[in-house]
T-cell receptor
């Protein structure tokens, strides 16, 4: 039982490049979330999903897109990366929208 | 609007000292309250939670009581260890509606041997 896994662990991009972050969970959770963590800002919700095939915007969705084609996977895309998107990205999942289980994070550096 | 406020700044203390991290909230309705812990290089883990007023959450020697009258959920531990060095986040459900979590900014705790 791996819980929540994230791929990749670390990535460096140049401004304007695109990439996709993958989150996978094996707990059969309905709800999945993408957060970014920046110094002094805590965690901010980017997008979330309440079930397979659904997505919704969170607190800071601009510049990101998501997809939830399979229940166990939640993808976060950056179409044209900007230095302001340098951050640590965390995926989480939950069964009941309260207790969330987090992945280990992806460190992204945009030059 | 709904929000969570944690005390400013890192906390540095000696091993076996008493730890308190303050958390206050504003919310409508009856949210659940959480403390998450993030060890270096890892994701967040649920430390404890409380779902209604006067409930006490506890885990690994940490405790927090849901105080509706003071809108607080302060985290305490009687005797910290070096292994407790981490970042601690207070969180509130029901922030955006649909019970999504809202997090405080976190407190870095450093325990010195």
């Amino acid at each position: 039982n791996a819980g929540v896994t994230q791929t990749p662990k670390f990535r460096v991009l140049k401004t304007g490049q695109s990439m996709t972050l993958l989150c996978a969970q094996d707990m059969n959770h309905e709800y999945m979330y993408w957060y970014r963590q920046d110094p002094g800002m805590g965690l901010r919700l980017i997008h979330y999903s309440v079930g397979e095939g659904t997505t919704a915007k969170g607190e800071v969705p601009d510049g990101y897109n998501v997809s939830r084609l399979k229940k166990q996977n939640f993808l976060l895309g950056l179409e044209s990366a900007a230095p302001s998107q340098t951050s640590v990205y965390f995926c989480a999942s939950s069964m009941n929208q309260e207790t969330q289980y987090f992945g280990p994070g992806t460190r992204l550096l945009v030059l | 609007g709904n929000s969570v406020t944690q005390m400013e700044g890192p906390v540095t203390l000696s091993e076996e000292a008493f730890l308190t991290i303050n958390c206050t909230y504003t919310a409508t309705g009856y949210p659940s309250l959480f403390w998450y812990v993030q060890y270096p290089g890892e994701g967040l883990q649920l430390l404890l939670k409380a779902t209604k007023a006067d409930d006490k959450g506890s885990n690994k020697g940490f405790e927090a009581t849901y105080r509706k009258e003071t809108t607080s959920f302060h985290l305490e531990k009687g005797s910290v260890q070096v292994s407790d060095s981490a970042v601690y986040f207070c969180a509130l459900s029901g922030f955006y509606g649909n019970n999504r979590l809202a997090f405080g900014k976190g407190n870095q705790v450093v325990v010195i041997p």
